[in-house]
Every structure is written in structure tokens, then in C-alpha cells.
């Protein structure tokens, strides 16, 4: 299956620190990735739909202007997480879609467990 | 209401057991339905789609029930290695998968 790559895995930051997450679609130009967050013991929440070439489509409650996405490139999008707080630590996976056969697939980068401290 | 509901568990089971898990999706609309596998501390992997005859795969069985809006998932035989949480998804017209909050399997020696 297609394969998506993100890093850091995981990170360890100050207070009032930006943290810089990167996903990349390897083998397949992805137009659209979505942005997950998951906290402890619950589901994948959605936060932000990332569209190559224009702005991100964040969901309630998602503060656009505390987390950055770009997405430049047809296989390339990032996660800015601007003046990370504690509450900020979470689990945050990117996920891409791909043809496979006659279904959409939703590929998932391997995580990255944050922790502001 | 949430989109999709599931019941988070835990379901402790001895190896060999039948496990159902089943998930229900308020959304009339929604177009495709899968099933997820996530171990702890890794990303979800797709353990397999949800077609409307039903579909299985080995052990696996997925069923899909449109008029009542829910899709269940069967693990016949359970092995240790089935321990991990199962996640629902249900994709809308948008194309954005909605995930229910995970049902945590153990499967007991």
C-alpha cells in the first residue's frame, strides 16, 4: 500500500515553544491530508483537512492561528504547533488518501507523540 | 449525538473466544465504513473494509446494516496477538473519516 512518513516520532519541548511537524506522502501525490489528534485512551480526533495550495480546513473548536498547517507541495504538509502549552501534548497522526483497487484508502503516518513540559 | 458511537470496552477475552464489536454512524449519508487496528502508541492500520453483503477475511468478519445504521466487526478463534484497540470509521461525502473512540480487546492466555 502507499506509504506516508512523518516526523519527528515523537518530541519533548518548553512551554511557549513551536514544534514543527512534517508528513510526507512517499510514493503517491496526495492533495488533500487530515490531521489527527489523539489524547490518551480516545479516539482520533479530526483537526485540520490540509489542501496542497491553499489554506487548511480546520474544525470547530481548532485554533488556526495556534496550529500552522502548509501544504505546499503535492507531497508535503506540515503541522505547526505555535507556543505549545502542556494541554498541547497529545498524540498527532497525519493521514493521506489513496486509490486502492476501487476504495479510497486513508494511510497514517506513524504518529507524533508530543510533550511540552 | 456523535457521528459514531462504539463502545469503548475493555473486552477481556480467553484466547479462542468469539469477540463482536459493533459501532453505530448517525449520518445516513455515509458512503464507506472500515474497520482500524491500533496498537498501543502506534498510528491505526486498516484492518478491512466494511462492504454492505458482509465480507470476511480469515477469522475476521465485518457486516454492514444500512436501515439500522451500524457496522460490527467478529473475531472468531481470538488470538494473544489480537490484543489492540479496534476503531470504527465511517467516511461522509466529504471524504473525511470519522473515527468512533476505539474498543480495547485483551486477550487473555
Known amino acids: 500500500g502507499a506509504v506516508v512518513s512523518q516526523h519527528p516520532s515523537w518530541v519533548i519541548c518548553k512551554s511557549g515553544t513551536s514544534v514543527k511537524i512534517e508528513c510526507r506522502s512517499l510514493d503517491f501525490q496526495a492533495t488533500t491530508m487530515f490531521w489527527y489528534r489523539q489524547f490518551p485512551k480516545q479516539s482520533l480526533m479530526l483537526m485540520a483537512t490540509s489542501n496542497e495550495g491553499s489554506k487548511a480546513t480546520y474544525e470547530q473548536g481548532v485554533e488556526k492561528d495556534k496550529f500552522l498547517i502548509n501544504h505546499a507541495s503535492l507531497t508535503l504538509s506540515t503541522l505547526t504547533v505555535t507556543s505549545a502549552h502542556p494541554e498541547d501534548s497529545s498524540f498527532y497522526i497525519c493521514?493521506?488518501?489513496?486509490?486502492?483497487?476501487?476504495?479510497?484508502?486513508?494511510?497514517f503516518g506513524q504518529g507524533t507523540r508530543l510533550t511540552v513540559v | 449525538r456523535k457521528e459514531v458511537e462504539q463502545d469503548p470496552g475493555p473486552f477481556n477475552v480467553p484466547e479462542g473466544a468469539t469477540v463482536a464489536f459493533n459501532c453505530t454512524y448517525s449520518?445516513?449519508?455515509?458512503?464507506?465504513f472500515f474497520w482500524y487496528r491500533q496498537d498501543c502508541r502506534k498510528e491505526p492500520k486498516l484492518l478491512m473494509s466494511?462492504?454492505?453483503s458482509g465480507n470476511e477475511d480469515g477469522r475476521f468478519t465485518a457486516q454492514l446494516n444500512r436501515a439500522s445504521q451500524y457496522i460490527s466487526l467478529l473475531i472468531r478463534d481470538s488470538k494473544l496477538s489480537d490484543s489492540a484497540t479496534y476503531l470504527c470509521?465511517?467516511?461522509?461525502?466529504?471524504?473525511?473519516?470519522?473515527f468512533g473512540s476505539g474498543t480495547q480487546l485483551t486477550v487473555l492466555p
Open positions: 493521514s493521506a488518501r489513496a486509490q486502492s483497487g476501487v476504495l479510497l484508502e486513508a494511510f
Open positions: 470509521a465511517v467516511q461522509s461525502s466529504a471524504r473525511q473519516l470519522t
Open positions: 449520518n445516513s449519508a455515509s458512503q464507506s
Open positions: 466494511v462492504y454492505s
